[in-house]
């Protein structure tokens, strides 16, 4: 069974800076996608970016930008540039051959001003 | 285009009683999932229907079922509503089955609170 770890409840930033959000995964699947989401206080959850795993070029969204080791299993989620509305709990996912997302536990990120 | 939406909003029931969610994904897309998000913490898999047909479930008890119709919506149901079921209920759809190209997008849920 794949298991999703977020080691981070809870991080802050100043607005305009970097944050860098971690995630591991251990799976013994060699085909996967990994996901960050991203649930504000109005609860809907919003995809931020993905990562094909055979992809060994790491995934950009604007200010949104990953660093997906494959050997370590490790996806780590950098943010710059915060904004305010960055401030949500962040979810690393884990999708795999079985249908199903994995999520962890989350991060709670706050941007202050 | 309209996301995925999800009723009711809010739900209260007692322990005991059943429950129907209701869920419609985009316009388009076939596949619905259910989770689970218990206070605090990320959300559980429930199930996964493509084609009206189930694809998978995760590890919750013969209370929980669901459906899904040939316009794709889909319903979940508990029964013998428990307090531990409280919860946020999330419903994702996406084109296909999650191993594709496509990325699962999610309603605002159905908050239930059991008395």
């Known amino acids: 069974a794949q298991t999703v770890t977020q080691s981070q409840p809870e991080m802050s930033v100043q607005e305009a800076e970097t944050v860098t959000l971690s995630c591991t995964y251990d799976t013994s699947e060699s085909n996967y996608y990994l996901f960050w989401y991203k649930q504000p206080p109005s609860r809907q959850m919003i995809l931020v970016i993905r990562q094909e795993a055979y992809k060994q070029q790491n995934a950009t969204e604007n200010r949104f930008s990953v660093n997906f080791q494959k050997a370590a299993k490790s996806f780590s989620l950098k943010i710059s540039d915060s904004q305010l509305g960055d401030t949500a709990m962040y979810f690393c996912?884990?999708?795999?051959?079985?249908?199903?997302?994995?999520f962890g536990k989350g991060t709670l990120l706050t941007v202050n001003p | 285009d309209a996301g995925v939406t999800q009723s009711p909003t809010h739900l209260i029931k007692t322990r005991g009683q059943h429950v129907t969610l209701r869920c419609s994904p985009i316009s388009g897309h076939k596949s619905v999932s259910w989770y689970q998000q218990v206070l605090g913490q990320g959300p559980q898999f429930i199930f996964q229907?493509?084609?009206?047909?189930?694809?998978g479930r995760g590890n919750f008890p013969d209370r929980f079922s669901a459906r899904q119709f040939p316009n794709y919506s889909s319903e979940l149901n508990v029964n013998a509503l428990l307090l531990g079921d409280s919860a946020l209920y999330l419903c994702a759809s996406s084109l296909e089955g999650l191993y594709s190209n496509q990325p699962q997008h999610f309603g605002d849920g159905t908050r239930l609170s059991i008395l």
């Open positions: 229907y493509y084609e009206k047909e189930e694809r």
């Open positions: 996912a884990f999708g795999g051959s079985n249908y199903k997302l994995t």
